[in-house]
């Protein structure tokens, strides 16, 4: 998880911690980068839970001449403990933002996320029972590469569309059904909510970005998106797009995010 707001992250923790402590038989590292040049919060001590805590004194040491590749005052910093996941071992790679908490209890969040990953080859037709020539042994299993997770609360839009927002409310529909995103389509991946097998990470850089040095800026995980899409679709993997649900509390600047 990046942040830039140490205050957000005793409420994230509080609310977070059920989830992962809840999450029997699966050991769970929570990276933390601060984006900032020293840290400004103090991560609490939780049983069972090993912590990784980085800033910008932390690209140096772990990258070195490299530092570069991770852009600062960007949520595209979030390649960095995407990074360090990968390296000491992670077998799967969460990312989540700062605004966003479990939605109910948050006890199937990690499971529903997982299971996108034992997704058979079978598509249904109908819901509540099994059709017809559904198999009733081996369905094999479609080798998924991640699994985009959606949000309740408040939508993943661009800045015009948030700024229309605020002045009237539209309704929109979240796709709770988990699907597979099909070959040859794009689709715009939001990293508040997203589960990476291990093998996705070498391709899941986040560009760089950051408005006063770039000129551009909120891009980087649709960007992301984009470049993995080619990829699995090259190799013949899949990309799950529905459940599990978070609650997005939206944090940020719609101003700041139009300009």
Known sequence: MPTIRPAQMEQFLREWLPCWA???GLTITLFVHEDHASKQCTLPRVDGLRTVHTCHE???????????????????????PMYLAWKS?????????DDCFPEGDGKAFIPEHLSAFRQDRWFRTIDGEEPRGIPYGDRDHL???LNHGLWTGTPDLDGPTSLL????QTTVTVRAAREIVPPGMWF???AMNVCY????????????MGFEKYGLDRFDDIWSGILLKRISDHLGVYIANGKPLIHHSKASNPFRNMR
Do not use: M
């Open 58 to 80: 932390d690209l140096t040491q772990q990258l070195g001449s490299s530092e570069w590749i991770i852009p600062r005052q960007s949520g595209a910093c979030r390649s960095f």
């Open 143 to 145: 080798p998924v590469l």
């Open 165 to 168: 927002q605020l002045r009237g």
């Open 197 to 208: 097998h291990r093998e996705a990470i070498p391709a899941a850089y986040n560009l760089l």
């Open 22 to 24: 809840g999450a029997k």
């Open 89 to 97: 071992g992670c077998d799967y790679i969460i990312t989540l933002d």
């Open 188 to 190: 715009p991946l939001c």
